[in-house]
């Protein structure tokens, strides 16, 4: 049973484990109190991952291991946040009953290639291809003597393939993309796959429709499901600026642009509905989330409210 089946999002299950990790350590001010409680609040989704991690660190404390003991008696310091961040996680994997590669609470450990959350890392392949993958992304990679095959077990790659005469494929959960020379970027979504094609082309074949694939040209971009694909439409042009470290916005909805600069920031990020609507335009570095914050009280009528590290509100201006 994964955290979706339990009625939890794995990045709802991530903060839950971040809530826990802040509370424990030494002693809670009210602020801090204040802002886990509107958190736990905002959503039954918060309290159902809450109880569930709660209970994981129940068993933890259980636990006669010297890894255990060790962390949850020691003093607070980053090793131990780490550390116990760590316990948690493999606590959720074992009371689920299933192996790691099955996990979605946290990116999959047994990757033969991951990102952690918030950084992006890039690898060449040993085809000559460069594989970028975004903040909190996985890929297993296996290639042999007729064929090279990428699985993405979550988040986003970007791909610049090398010519080779062995076919190339990507798997994602809802199915499978051919790539032809060029650069493609295939990011997983909660049901279906997004793909845009740079340069280059792909066929694109959901999983009932193996047979009957879309040619995705250059500039072009769809998501699909198990079943179907929408209608492919103009690839954004500043979709691959990740891959640099910078969030490019071009007339876009605040309330999207803060989802998705939140991908690259622990905790949570409230967006006031109030606001949402506005557009924001420019070039932000993904690397300083905190100045991209900044940055928008220069651009358009808002203040930031920080309860804590991990709880900020975008807000209209006073």
Same mark, same amino acid.
């Given at each position: 049973?994964?955290?979706?089946?339990?009625?939890?999002?794995?990045?709802?299950?991530?903060?839950?484990?971040?809530?826990?990790?802040?509370?424990?350590?030494?002693?809670?001010?009210?602020?801090?109190?204040?802002?886990?409680?509107?958190?736990?609040?905002?959503?039954?989704?918060?309290?159902?991952?809450?109880?569930?991690?709660?209970?994981?660190?129940?068993?933890?404390?259980?636990?006669?291991?010297?890894?255990?003991?060790?962390?949850?008696?020691?003093?607070?310091?980053?090793?131990?946040?780490?550390?116990?961040?760590?316990?948690?996680?493999?606590?959720?994997?074992?009371?689920?009953?299933?192996?790691?590669?099955?996990?979605?609470?946290?990116?999959?450990?047994?990757?033969?290639?991951?990102?952690?959350?918030?950084?992006?890392?890039?690898?060449?392949?040993?085809?000559?291809?460069?594989?970028?993958?975004?903040?909190?992304?996985?890929?297993?990679?296996?290639? @042999?003597?007729?064929? $090279?095959?990428?699985? +993405? %077990?979550?988040?986003? !790659?970007? /791909?610049?393939?090398?010519?080779?005469? =062995?076919?190339?494929?990507?798997?994602?959960?809802?199915?499978?993309?051919?790539?032809?020379?060029?650069?493609?970027?295939?990011?997983?979504?909660?049901?279906?796959?997004?793909?845009?094609?740079?340069?280059?082309?792909?066929?694109?074949?959901?999983?009932?429709?193996?047979?009957?694939?879309?040619?995705?040209?250059?500039?072009?971009?769809?998501?699909?499901?198990?079943?179907?694909?929408?209608?492919?439409?103009?690839?954004?042009?500043?979709?691959?600026?990740?891959?640099?470290?910078?969030?490019?916005?071009?007339?876009?909805?605040?309330?999207?642009?803060?989802?998705?600069?939140?991908?690259?920031?622990?905790?949570?990020?409230?967006?006031?509905?109030?606001?949402?609507?506005?557009?924001?335009?420019?070039?932000?570095?993904? @690397?300083?989330?905190? $100045?991209?914050?900044? +940055? %928008?009280?220069?651009? !358009?009528? /808002?203040?930031?409210?920080?309860?804590? =590290?991990?709880?900020?509100?975008?807000?209209?201006?006073?």
């Amino acid at each position: 049973m994964n955290a979706a089946s339990r009625g939890f999002s794995s990045h709802v299950a991530e903060q839950a484990v971040h809530w826990l990790v802040e509370l424990q350590e030494g002693a809670t001010d009210s602020q801090r109190q204040q802002a886990w409680q509107r958190w736990l609040e905002a959503d039954a989704e918060h309290r159902r991952a809450w109880e569930h991690i709660q209970q994981i660190n129940l068993r933890l404390r259980g636990v006669p291991g010297p890894l255990a003991h060790a962390t949850l008696k020691a003093p607070p310091s980053a090793a131990r946040r780490r550390a116990l961040k760590a316990l948690l996680v493999l606590g959720v994997a074992s009371a689920t009953g299933l192996g790691l590669r099955q996990q979605q609470v946290l990116p999959p450990l047994l990757a033969d290639y991951r990102s952690p959350f918030g950084e992006r890392r890039q690898m060449p392949l040993d085809d000559g291809s460069q594989l970028h993958l975004n903040t909190a992304s996985a890929v297993d990679v296996h290639f @042999d003597g007729q064929r $090279r095959l990428i699985h +993405l %077990l979550e988040g986003q !790659l970007l /791909l610049s393939v090398a010519p080779d005469p =062995r076919p190339l494929y990507i798997t994602t959960a809802q199915g499978v993309i051919r790539p032809q020379q060029g650069r493609i970027d295939v990011r997983q979504l909660a049901g279906q796959t997004q793909v845009a094609v740079f340069e280059g082309a792909a066929n694109v074949s959901p999983q009932a429709l193996r047979g009957y694939p879309l040619v995705l040209q250059r500039g072009r971009q769809t998501r699909f499901s198990h079943q179907q694909w929408s209608p492919p439409v103009v690839t954004d042009a500043n979709g691959g600026a990740w891959i640099d470290g910078m969030l490019v916005a071009a007339s876009m909805r605040l309330g999207d642009f803060i989802e998705e600069m939140s991908r690259y920031r622990r905790g949570h990020v409230q967006c006031d509905p109030r606001v949402a609507d506005l557009r924001i335009s420019g070039s932000y570095p993904l @690397d300083d989330t905190d $100045r991209i914050l900044d +940055l %928008l009280t220069v651009a !358009l009528p /808002l203040q930031i409210t920080r309860r804590t =590290r991990y709880w900020v509100s975008v807000e209209a201006r006073v």
